[in-house]
């Protein structure tokens, strides 16, 4: 399966990176041999340029005034209202950063996006930036490069814009990291597609307009017989079964959806037919890199909100942060931020470059997951019984960033895919 | 009719939300490594240019910085508000630690001769040195009549109608063109910079100039002795009972014995 995907990406990596180098000539090479300095001492720099810093303040302002305050009765709701956010986001253009400038996109790099998908880290929850990336970075990449006009005027447009929430439809109940397992159906009728089947784990899928849904349009080779089809949600057949109740993530809903005979015009499918699978893949890489930078903020909050709570709290006397375990374990801690930062810009770099960097941003994937959960658990243990209640970002963020080493790819398919290019993977037959 | 022309100065300052932290030797804050960004009452003032505009009252809004090179981060977050052009003053970070408002007003009403607007836009005063001195000295440089503390403005025949807040209520004031305002909190809201914006901004003209070439002498004039701390308050403590406070305060002096 993982060669599959590394044949494809060059290919459309190098359509992609005239637009890139230009806007890398215009963008940062101007300002980066004065400006670099003042704006971050810790090397924000290296792919970063003003407009980048400056875009992700003015996205900082947005979530300090109109999402943070809120954050906390949409946890409880267990629901955020998805339209309202999404329309402020798109009315200040983050929803369409790298999409064409034709549907209201602004056609920057994906330099842009990481920036943006990294300043998302600081909402106060892992579940809002997730239902953004699931908008810009898995529900619309496909559909901006290969949709046909007309689908990209009814889907790309208006979710650029805010006015529609997307949705992607891949995962199955018995099909999540196995994409090429899926088995929604899609047979043909005249010019239309009747769909029988079932989508499982979709976030935003209760409040969707629209899902990005990946179906079998024929018998045959798992990896030439899939289409991505735009499925309008309120069509007849189509149910939204529950919203799944989850140990983290709360404010982002996650709904199983079923379809029974859902009728849809043929000119829906994005692209070729059959390519689906292929188109899916590429939407993934970007998918790694968005997940890894919205980490970023809130490995560097856990670490600082500890900092500030054990120099308060006193043990026998002494500042909690006093204790060697303690100080040298957050030291460790920050230390690994930023590696897991380095080898994030690195694969952005390269990728902006027009390289191939599945190897890497599958890297990234993995040590992110991995690093949110040994960072939200140690610094959990240091918040002792505080860190146990639900009261406290460190908890809630303990929570959410568990999906990190299971969404978008578990740890298992990124250690595969790696395998794959060390070649270690012993061969696989599938039943 | 042909809009007015506005100036509207720009200070970077270090952002609202950092903790300000004195250097160990007293001469200042820290200001390395430090989040900066447009002094809010500025934000308002670029925030009121440019609604005039978009009321087609005023024609071109330009925004000026003194400061070091990093001033041109605030200014082109002030184009990427409306603000048609920039001029960025420059002043070395060694000489800028000692600019005062009497240089700075100096530049800013050369600029605006120079510029001939119409109408100079400050905010009253800045987060860092609350000095609230730019607007009004500018005033006094160029001989223009002054509305500071604004929190309402509008157009009537040539003239800028002003409510401003004052101690114990509102003062509604007229203004005759040129003249310059400051801007109070209640003005209005800043709109955030779009990202559209912010790369459109990246297309509007930066000029760069320094002091002298306003004929300009930044020497300082005042000495900056000590920066402090302010003092850390104390505790208080709870008392039982009336008496016990009675008592306090008879000890402290604060009621006759």
Redesign the interface.
């Known amino acids: 399966m993982a060669t599959k995907i590394i044949r494809i990406l060059p290919r459309s990596i190098g359509r992609r990176s005239p637009t890139i180098v230009r806007h890398l000539s215009?963008g940062s090479a101007v300002f980066q041999e004065?400006?670099a300095q003042?704006?971050?001492?810790d090397g924000h720099d290296i792919v970063y340029g003003?407009?980048h810093l400056?875009?992700q303040?003015?996205l900082k302002?947005?979530i300090d005034k109109d999402i943070n305050p809120y954050v906390d009765e949409w946890e409880a709701q267990r629901k955020f209202p998805a339209h309202r956010v999404f329309k402020v986001l798109g009315?200040?253009?983050?929803l369409g950063?790298t999409k064409p400038k034709a549907y209201g996109g602004?056609e920057?790099d994906y330099s842009y996006s990481a920036a943006m998908a990294e300043a998302l880290g600081h909402i106060n929850c892992g579940g809002i930036p997730m239902a953004v990336g699931v908008q810009t970075d898995m529900a619309t990449p496909a559909l901006a490069k290969f949709g046909s006009d007309y689908l990209k005027r009814e889907f790309l447009a208006p979710s650029i814009s805010g006015d529609l929430v997307a949705c992607i439809g891949v995962s199955e109940t018995g099909a999540g990291s196995d994409v090429a397992n899926i088995q929604t159906k899609a047979s043909r009728k005249g010019d239309d597609l009747i769909i029988n089947g079932g989508k499982m784990w979709i976030t935003n899928g209760t409040q969707a307009d629209w899902m990005c849904c990946l179906v079998n349009t024929s018998e045959g080779k798992p990896h030439v017989n899939k289409s991505l089809v735009c499925l309008p949600m309120n069509l007849p057949g189509i149910t939204v079964a529950k919203n799944i109740k989850k140990i983290g993530m709360w404010c982002s809903d996650t709904a199983q959806i079923f379809f029974e005979d859902v009728y849809v015009p043929r000119s829906h499918i994005i692209g070729e037919e059959g390519q689906g699978f292929l188109y899916q893949m590429l939407q993934f890489q970007e998918e790694r890199l968005f997940a890894t930078a919205t980490c970023l903020a809130p490995l560097e909050k856990m670490i600082a909100e500890t900092i500030n709570y054990t120099r308060e709290r006193k043990v026998f006397n002494q500042p909690l942060l006093n204790s060697q375990i303690v100080h040298f374990t957050l030291a460790e801690l920050a230390a690994e931020v930023e590696l897991l930062r380095s080898t994030l810009y690195r694969t952005i770099a390269l990728y902006v470059k027009g390289q191939d960097v599945t190897r890497l941003a599958s890297i990234c994937k993995l040590k992110a997951g991995r690093l949110v959960r040994e960072v939200s658990d140690k610094c959990l243990q240091f918040w002792g019984g505080m860190g146990y209640t639900e009261d406290v970002i460190v908890s809630r963020l303990y929570r959410d960033l568990r999906l990190v080493s299971i969404g978008g790819g578990a740890d298992e398919v990124m250690l595969s895919i790696i395998c794959k290019f060390m070649n270690t993977l012993p061969n696989q037959r599938r039943q | 009719m042909s809009g007015i022309r506005v100036l509207v100065g720009c200070k970077r300052v270090i952002d609202y939300a950092v903790k300000i932290r004195v250097k160990p030797d007293k001469s200042g804050v820290v200001t390395?490594?430090v989040k900066?960004?447009m002094n809010p009452f500025d934000e308002i003032a670029v925030e009121e240019a440019v609604r005039l505009k978009e009321k087609k009252i005023v024609s071109e809004i330009v925004a000026v910085s003194c400061g070091p090179?990093?001033c041109?981060?605030v200014l082109?977050?002030a184009m990427?508000m409306g603000a048609d052009r920039a001029i960025h003053v420059e002043v070395d970070p060694a000489t800028y630690d000692h600019l005062q408002p009497l240089h700075v007003a100096k530049i800013l009403s050369k600029v605006a001769q120079e510029e001939k607007v119409d109408l100079v836009l400050t905010g009253k005063q800045a987060i860092d040195d609350d000095a609230n001195q730019t607007g009004q000295m500018i005033a006094a440089l160029l001989d223009w009549p002054q509305a500071t503390f604004a929190s309402k403005v509008e157009k009537t025949n040539g003239e800028l109608k002003v409510l401003r807040e004052i101690d114990g209520g509102l003062e509604t004031i007229k203004v005759r063109l040129p003249a310059v305002l400051t801007t109070d909190l209640r003005l209005n809201q800043p709109r955030?910079?779009?990202?559209?914006?912010?790369?459109k901004a990246?297309k509007k003209p930066l000029v760069k100039k320094t002091p002298a070439d306003y004929g300009v002498d930044v020497t300082p004039r005042q000495k900056v002795l000590k920066v402090e701390d302010p003092p850390v308050r104390q505790a208080g403590a709870k008392l039982a009972s009336v008496e016990e406070l009675v008592a306090k305060l008879r000890d402290a002096g604060l009621i006759p014995t």
Do not use: C, V, W
């Open positions: 215009t004065k400006e003042p704006f971050s001492s003003p407009y400056q875009m303040d003015s302002k947005i009315d200040s253009g983050f950063i602004l920057l | 390395d490594g900066h960004s090179t990093q041109q981060e082109r977050t990427a955030y910079a779009t990202l559209p914006n912010i790369m990246k």
